[in-house]
C-alpha cells in the first residue's frame, strides 16, 4: 500500500494544503506537481479569428450542405 502511487504524477490545484497533500503524495511513492487552478492567457487575435472562421464554415456546412 506505500507505493499504491509509485511511478505516478499527481496535479495538486488550489493553494490550501499543498504541503499536505504533498507529503501524503509522496509517501504513497508519487510525485507531486503543483498547477494553477487559473490561468491568464493572451489573446492572439488571428488564431482565434482563423478558429472562428473555420467553426463558421463547418456550421454553414451542416446546414446547407446536407441536401435536405
Known amino acids: 500500500m506505500a507505493n499504491d502511487l509509485a511511478g505516478k504524477r499527481i496535479a495538486v490545484t488550489g493553494s490550501r494544503k499543498i504541503r499536505e497533500l ?5 509517501r504513497y511513492g508519487g510525485e ?3 498547477r494553477p487552478q487559473q490561468e491568464l492567457l493572451v489573446l492572439q487575435e488571428q488564431e482565434v479569428e482563423q478558429d472562428l472562421e473555420l467553426y463558421w464554415n463547418k456550421q454553414k456546412e451542416l446546414e446547407f450542405g446536407s441536401g435536405c
Do not use: K, P
Request: charged share 25%; net charge negative.
Open 22 to 26: 504533498s507529503e501524503i503524495i509522496e
Open 32 to 34: 507531486a506537481l503543483f
